[in-house]
């Protein structure tokens, strides 16, 4: 069965690194405790983050634009550039050739995949 | 919702939470009925129609509708979505290109690029997609 509400688990900020493993849908309606969750950790100090998404199955637009949302935050931070190219396929649009610019841009925010 | 035939037709109001819900049974119909017919491409196509509707139709309002029907027909998904809101300029937005730093933006350019054809109605308050399968 598939899991609609995201859950997310943050490893504690280390050296302004920090990991955050979703879990469900990264889809408009599960965004707004992932963005406070998101916004918090910029605000702890961290400069870097990777984001988990081996265990989501659909990204949406809007979740595309909370991603590249949390990259610009980072990036105005000035956090080290650094990007995960290991995305699964069905985590398209991310993979996709289409969509993939908005990602080979993405410094601070790293994506990382099975 | 009839999950025996190979259409199926529902009236949603206009919130996020009724999106998800469809998808649910969506995934059940698809199941059942053209299981041929990828999962994540179909469901995303869903999703952001259902959801434009929702959001920038209906602006989530739950006392308006959005309309939907979703047909399979020799390798063919067609998906109608109809909104009661203004509708938009979506010959503005049809060769938009969002900058890779936009946080939105790309909802169009995903329904250009995983349907075989995509067109909405003068007013823009519907849209229709095809996806062969």
Same mark, same amino acid.
């Given at each position: 069965?598939? +899991?609609?509400?995201? +859950? %997310? %688990? ?39 983050? *990777? ?20 990259? +610009?935050?980072? /990036?105005? *931070? ?7 190219? /290991?995305?699964? /396929? ?17 410094? %601070? ?6 | ?12 109001? =206009? ?37 434009? =509707?929702?959001?920038?139709?209906? =602006?989530?309002?739950? !006392? ?37 730093? !936009?946080? =939105? ?29």
């Amino acid at each position: 069965m598939r +899991n609609n509400e995201m +859950n %997310e %688990e943050a490893v504690i900020p280390e050296n302004s690194k920090a990991v955050i493993q979703l879990e469900g849908d990264l889809v408009s309606i599960s965004l707004p405790p992932l963005r406070s969750k998101m916004r918090e950790m910029v605000g702890a100090g961290v400069r870097h983050l *990777t984001v988990d998404l081996a265990k989501v199955q659909m990204v949406d637009s809007a979740g595309l634009g909370l991603l590249m949302s949390a990259h +610009n935050s980072l /990036r105005k *931070t000035g956090g080290a550039a650094s990007r995960d190219p /290991r995305i699964r /396929r069905h985590s398209a649009p991310l993979s996709d050739d289409a969509f993939s610019p908005a990602f080979q841009c993405v410094g %601070e925010l790293r994506i990382k995949g099975n | 919702v009839n999950l025996g035939i190979c259409e199926l037709r529902v009236n949603l109001p =206009s919130t996020l939470e009724a999106v998800e819900e469809f998808c649910k049974e969506f995934r059940i119909w698809r199941a059942g009925n053209c299981d041929e017919l990828g999962a994540f491409d179909a469901e995303l196509l869903i999703r952001e129609a259902l959801t434009n =509707s929702v959001v920038h139709g209906c =602006s989530c309002d739950p !006392d308006k509708h959005v309309y939907c029907t979703l047909r399979v027909k020799k390798g063919r998904f067609l998906m109608v979505v109809k909104d009661e809101g203004r509708g938009f300029n979506w010959r503005a937005a049809w060769d938009r290109k969002a900058p890779v730093s !936009d946080t =939105s933006g790309r909802g169009i350019g995903i329904l250009r690029h995983y349907a075989n054809r995509v067109r909405f109605n003068p007013e823009g308050n519907t849209v229709t997609l095809m996806k062969r399968f």
